[in-house]
């Protein structure tokens, strides 16, 4: 299957700082990556959907200057958290629509390893 | 997004078949199904996806009942690493996943 990558895999940052993920599709073209946050024993709640070229489009309830993301070429989006404070502790995944496998029919999501991000 | 329903847990003995079970009443013509599964502090991992016919990988193998109101996902023999947490998702063309709350699967040695 694809491959996403994403650096760093974890961060600890102090409070009002900004931190940057990086999330690379490694064997694919992606036109579109999309952010996922997910606290501790939750679901993955989707934050953006990055469209290459193009500004992102965020969900309801995601402050856009906070979470500013680029997403520059066909293989890379980055996520910056600006201003971090404690409460913006997560997991933050990002994904990467492409062809399954074998599969001609649907495009699915190929989802990175993950940044862990703990704000002190 | 049409909604699913997945039990919240679930546990199997090793080496033995494992049948998660997805309702998805609301389901439309266009919508696919998908399963996901995450491993602990890792991101989702592609499962299977399905239309209408029953599909079968080398991961698993996905029941999608005729009306298309519920599907399974089959793991034929579930080891220690299928220990995780099963999404099922209906996704239309190009839009996006979202996902539940999925099925806490829990493998017993």
């Known amino acids: 299957g694809a491959v996403v990558s994403q650096h760093p895999s974890w961060v600890i940052c102090k409070s009002g700082t900004s931190v940057k993920i990086e999330c690379r599709s490694l064997?694919?073209?992606?036109?579109?990556m999309f952010w996922y946050r997910q606290f501790p024993k939750q679901s993955l709640m989707l934050m953006a959907t990055?469209?290459?070229?193009?500004?992102?489009?965020?969900e309801q309830g995601v402050e856009k200057d906070k979470f500013l993301i680029n997403h520059a070429s066909l293989t890379l989006s980055t996520l910056t958290v600006t201003s971090a404070h404690p409460e913006d502790s997560s997991f933050y995944i990002c994904?990467?629509?492409?062809?399954?496998?074998?599969?001609?029919?649907?495009?699915?999501?190929?989802f990175g390893p993950g940044t862990r991000l703990l704000v002190l | 997004d049409a909604k699913t329903t997945q039990p919240n847990s679930m546990e199997s003995n090793e080496e033995e078949p494992v049948h998660l079970p997805c309702n998805h009443s609301?389901?439309?013509?266009?919508?696919?199904i998908h399963w996901y599964r995450q491993l602990p502090s890792q991101g989702p991992e592609y499962v299977i996806h399905?239309?209408?016919s029953n599909v079968n990988n080398r991961m698993a193998s996905l029941a999608i009942a005729e009306d298309r109101k519920s599907s399974t996902l089959i793991l034929h023999r579930a080891t220690l690493r299928d220990a995780a947490v099963y999404y099922c998702?209906?996704?239309?063309?190009?839009?996006?996943?979202?996902f539940g709350t999925g099925t806490r699967l829990t493998v017993i040695p």
């Open positions: 994904s990467a629509r492409g062809w399954a496998s074998g599969s001609a029919d649907q495009e699915t999501q190929y």
């Open positions: 064997d694919f073209q992606a036109t579109t």
């Open positions: 990055s469209n290459e070229g193009s500004k992102a489009t965020y």
């Open positions: 609301t389901i439309s013509g266009t919508d696919y």
């Open positions: 399905g239309l209408t």
């Open positions: 998702i209906l996704k239309t063309g190009a839009n996006n996943l979202f």
